[in-house]
C-alpha cells in the first residue's frame, strides 16, 4: 500500500502530462471500478466564474439541513486534499493514499491526467461514504470535463465569460457550447444570466436535450441592492415562491447572483425528495466560508498573529485581501467590490499569473487601483515568470513594478511599503492566493 507522500508523488509525475479533454479514459477506468457515479445523487456546476461560491453555499446549505453531502472542487490552494470534503471534513491523508493505490491498481499500464485522477479518487471515496449528494465541480469546460461522465440531479451553469482559450474557443459562443455540454437528456438546467450569445447557446442545447431550463433573471429574479437584506422571487419558475430576508455572507454584489443558483438548486432538490426549511436556506447563504475568495485578513506586522477587528485602525498591522480572481471577468468584479466595500489609503497588489491567462486583460482592470505592483510568480510549470508579467504592463507602469520571483520576498516588499491605513491585495491566480495564505496563516487542510 503506497504511502500519502508516495500518492502525491505520483500525481506530481501526472502533472507533465498536459490538459487532455475527452471522457474516454474516464468511463474506462469507471467501468474497472464498479461505475460509482452511477451510484451517487449529484449536484454537477460548470461556468468560468463562481462555481466554487455556489457549489461552497449549496454545501452549507444543505449541511444546515443535516444532510451528509460530498464536495469535489479544484483547484487547491496548497494542499491538494481540499479538493475533497464530506460536510466540514476534508478527506485524510490515510483515505487519499488508500485510495490513490485502487485507482493505481485498476489502471495497470494505462495512462490518465492528474485532473481525471483526482476525479476518480473523489468518486471513489463518495461512493464508500454513504452520502445523501454529491456536488460536483467541473475543471476546465463541461463537455470533455473528466467529471462529465455523470448524470445529474440538476446541472448547473454560473457565470459564463472568456478563460482558457486555447481549449475552450476563442468566442463567448464557443466557450459556452462547452459549459453547455454538461446539459443531459431530461435532467433540469439552473444557469446564471449573461450576453444574448450566451443564453442562445443554452437555450438550443436545452431545447435538443428536452432539458427544462431556468434562467436568473427570466425564470426566477432577486431583488435588494445589499447582501445584507435580499429577496428571491421564484417568477414562472417557482410559482409564488419568494424568499425575504437573504443574506449572504461573502463579499461582493455578484454574490447574490450566486446565492440565487443556489437557491433555485435547492427548489429542485426538494422536488427530488430533500427537506430543507427556509430557515436553514437562510442560515446556510449567511455562514458561508470560502478560502482565497474575497478574504481579508488583519495581521501582526512582525507577528502575523490574526487581529479581531470591528472597522477600527490596528497599529502594527497590515492588511490583506486574498481574491483568486484570474480572469478578466473576475478581476472586473474584484474592482468593483474594491470600490464598493472596501476603504484604504493605499492599495498594494501583489500579482502573479499562468502564462496561458489574458495577462493584459487582468492588469487592465486592476491598475487603475493600484498605488504599488509587486511582481511575483507562485510554483508550477504554467506560472508567469516576474519578466513576463511586466512585459505586459504599459511601458509607463513598467519601471514602477517590484519584481521579485519568491512568494515570500513579495510579501515581504508589500509589507515595507504599507501602514495600518493601506490595504496588501494578492490576485491573478488562486495557485499565488494559496501559496501566500499557507505563509500568512498556514495550510487550510489539517494532518
Same mark, same amino acid.
Given at each position: ?254 454574490? *447574490?447572483?450566486? +446565492?440565487? /443558483?443556489?437557491?433555485?438548486? #435547492?427548489?429542485? &432538490? %426538494? ?7 427556509? =430557515? ?117 507602469? *513598467?519601471?514602477? +513594478?517590484? /519584481?521579485?520571483?519568491?512568494? #515570500?520576498?513579495? &510579501? %515581504? ?7 495600518? =491605513? ?26
Amino acid at each position: 500500500m503506497m504511502t500519502y507522500d508516495e500518492a502525491l508523488r505520483l500525481l506530481d509525475e501526472l502533472q507533465m502530462h498536459k490538459i487532455k479533454l475527452g471522457l474516454g479514459a474516464m468511463h474506462s477506468f469507471l467501468e474497472k471500478v464498479g461505475e460509482p457515479e452511477k451510484k451517487l445523487k449529484i449536484v454537477h456546476v460548470a461556468g468560468t466564474n463562481g462555481k466554487g461560491s455556489v457549489s461552497a453555499s449549496l454545501l452549507n446549505v444543505l449541511q444546515k439541513a443535516g444532510y451528509k453531502v460530498g464536495l469535489y472542487t479544484s483547484p487547491h490552494l496548497s494542499c491538494v486534499r481540499e479538493r475533497f470534503r464530506i460536510n466540514d471534513t476534508f478527506i485524510s491523508e490515510a483515505d487519499f493514499a488508500r485510495i490513490a493505490q485502487q485507482v493505481a491498481d485498476a489502471l495497470g499500464d494505462d495512462q490518465i491526467t492528474y485532473f481525471e485522477f483526482t476525479t476518480a479518487l473523489g468518486l471513489l471515496w463518495f461512493v464508500e461514504n454513504d452520502l445523501d449528494l454529491v456536488i460536483l465541480e467541473t475543471g476546465l469546460g463541461g463537455r470533455l470535463d473528466a467529471t462529465n461522465v455523470v448524470t445529474p440531479l440538476v446541472s448547473v451553469i454560473t457565470s459564463i465569460s472568456m478563460d482558457h482559450e486555447a481549449y475552450l474557443g476563442t468566442t463567448l459562443t464557443e466557450v459556452a457550447g462547452e459549459k453547455a455540454g454538461i446539459i443531459k437528456p431530461g435532467v433540469t438546467v439552473i444557469a446564471a444570466p449573461g450576453p444574448i450569445e450566451v443564453i442562445k447557446v443554452l437555450e438550443k442545447k436545452a431545447a435538443e436535450q428536452s432539458a427544462p431550463l431556468y434562467r436568473l433573471g427570466y425564470e426566477f429574479h432577486y431583488s435588494g441592492n445589499s447582501n445584507e437584506n435580499w429577496s428571491w422571487a421564484g417568477g414562472t419558475f417557482a410559482l409564488g415562491a419568494r424568499i425575504e430576508g437573504l443574506r449572504c455572507s461573502m463579499r461582493g454584489a455578484y454574490q *447574490r447572483e450566486n +446565492a440565487s /443558483l443556489v437557491v433555485a438548486i #435547492v427548489h429542485i &432538490l %426538494k422536488e427530488n425528495g430533500f427537506d430543507l426549511s427556509d =430557515d436553514q436556506l437562510r442560515q446556510g447563504l449567511a455562514t458561508v466560508v470560502w478560502p482565497g475568495r474575497l478574504e481579508y485578513l488583519v495581521l501582526g506586522k512582525e507577528s502575523r498573529a490574526q487581529q479581531q477587528v470591528n472597522g477600527e485602525r490596528v497599529e502594527n498591522s497590515v492588511r490583506y485581501l486574498l481574491d483568486g480572481a484570474h480572469n478578466p471577468a473576475g478581476v472586473k468584479n474584484l474592482t468593483m467590490t474594491l470600490a464598493d466595500e472596501y476603504q484604504y489609503k493605499k492599495l498594494y497588489v501583489v500579482w502573479g499569473a499562468m502564462i496561458d491567462k489574458d495577462i493584459k486583460g487582468g492588469f487592465s482592470s486592476i491598475l487603475p487601483l493600484a498605488d504599488g505592483l509587486i511582481l511575483t510568480r507562485p510554483d508550477g510549470e504554467r506560472s508567469a515568470e516576474p519578466e513576463q508579467l511586466a512585459a505586459c504592463l504599459p511601458e509607463d507602469v *513598467r519601471d514602477k +513594478a517590484v /519584481l521579485a520571483r519568491d512568494v #515570500v520576498d513579495a &510579501l %515581504k516588499a508589500a509589507e515595507q511599503l504599507a501602514t495600518p =491605513d493601506d490595504m496588501i491585495l494578492v490576485a491573478g491566480s488562486l495557485y499565488l492566493v494559496g501559496a501566500v495564505r499557507k505563509e500568512l496563516v498556514g495550510e487550510l487542510v489539517g494532518a
